[in-house]
């Protein structure tokens, strides 16, 4: 693990710029910012060695707020941007923001390419389901029957999942949170950082003006114990208010089923244990939609490979010793050329 440890401790308030935060009152994204400031705190950052890298919409504001060094890109293109930034100086410490808009609609291609990739930044998506900044269209993982300006007699398009995305992409590194969970999301982000490629962390966060309460039914006070769970690797899926209810897989099928302990000679010996390793466990933990099922919190997937930049590099470091310098007008005129007349 190399991670740039600042010279002296930094508190979570260190982290943060000058600069007026100007989200709307309530909105997720302070809870967010406020995570991301403690886990670079508690893991020592460097705010000299830190990048943040965003594109266009509310959450890509986040460079503004954070006392690092920034980049407010272009629509959906931070992912490139990033890469290229990591590429130049492997030593930096890169976190990618955007929203679901930015990063699943015009930026699609650019999430799944840093991703498959493996290029060791942290990729946040905050996901709210809508278009905040440009004032409520519908976005790629709202929901079918979504009204919006854009879509006034509801959405007919059906919803990316943003983590089985990522899963599609061959990320190595997937993982999910509610904005305000303070007890799971800091930590799920200082992971995210020790792991050594791509990481992705959806981040669902409710827009209190133009989607507010979207996730109610899993993230209300009320709701979360029943409507959450949170994938430990080698602990048994459980949940619920006293952990009475767990996943198993259905008998002879390859799918998940919600059982409850006590009921039909259920035991905790029948709940399925995570496997962050698995990529086809994943795959169905990703997918899991209320009301069946409860949706899946933490580390959902995680295999580490080698990262992009270092293999690139080492490609570099590899061709050098067996190609002797020369000069671009060497290199211009090698192999077959051309004469235009």
Not at 93 to 104: A, E
Request: contains cysteine; aromatic residues 8%; neutral net charge.
């Amino acid at each position: 693990m190399n991670i740039q440890t600042s010279p002296k401790k930094l508190k979570p308030n260190d982290y943060a710029s000058d600069q007026e935060i100007r989200w709307c009152p309530g909105c997720g994204d302070y809870a967010i910012v406020k995570s991301v400031q403690r886990a670079l705190s508690e893991l020592g950052a460097n705010p000299e060695k830190t990048v943040f890298v965003s594109g266009i919409g509310c959450a890509a504001r986040f460079p503004y707020y954070m006392a690092t060094y920034g980049f407010h890109t272009i629509h959906g293109r931070s992912p490139a941007v990033a890469t290229g930034v990591k590429l130049a100086n492997p030593e930096l410490d890169v976190w990618v923001i955007g929203g679901d808009g930015d990063m699943l609609s015009i930026g699609g291609n650019h999430t799944l390419h840093i991703l498959r990739r493996n290029v060791d930044v942290q990729v946040l998506l905050f996901n709210n389901e809508i278009y905040g900044l440009t004032k409520g269209q519908f976005s790629p993982t709202s929901k079918i029957g979504t009204r919006s300006p854009s879509t006034p007699s509801g959405s007919i398009d059906s919803p990316i999942s943003a983590c089985s995305f990522a899963l599609g992409c061959n990320a190595r590194f997937v993982a999910r949170s509610v904005d305000t969970n303070q007890k799971l999301l800091p930590g799920l982000l200082k992971q995210a950082k020790e792991h050594k490629g791509a990481s992705f962390v959806e981040i669902m966060q409710n827009c209190i003006v133009y989607n507010d309460g979207v996730f109610s039914s899993f993230t209300d006070k009320a709701n979360a114990l029943d409507g959450q769970i949170v994938c430990e690797h080698e602990e048994p899926l459980l949940f619920g208010k006293e952990n009475e209810k767990g996943l198993r897989m259905k008998p002879g099928k390859l799918e998940l089923e919600v059982v409850t302990i006590g009921k039909n000679n259920i035991t905790e010996k029948d709940i399925l244990r995570h496997d962050e390793t698995s990529r086809p466990l994943a795959s169905i933990l990703a997918a899991l939609q209320p009301p069946n099922f409860p949706v899946a919190m933490g580390i959902i997937f995680r295999d580490p490979a080698p990262s992009y930049e270092r293999s690139v590099h080492e490609q570099i470091a590899e061709v050098t010793k067996t190609s002797p310098p020369g000069s671009l007008n060497e290199l211009l005129h090698k192999g077959r050329t051309w004469t235009v007349v």
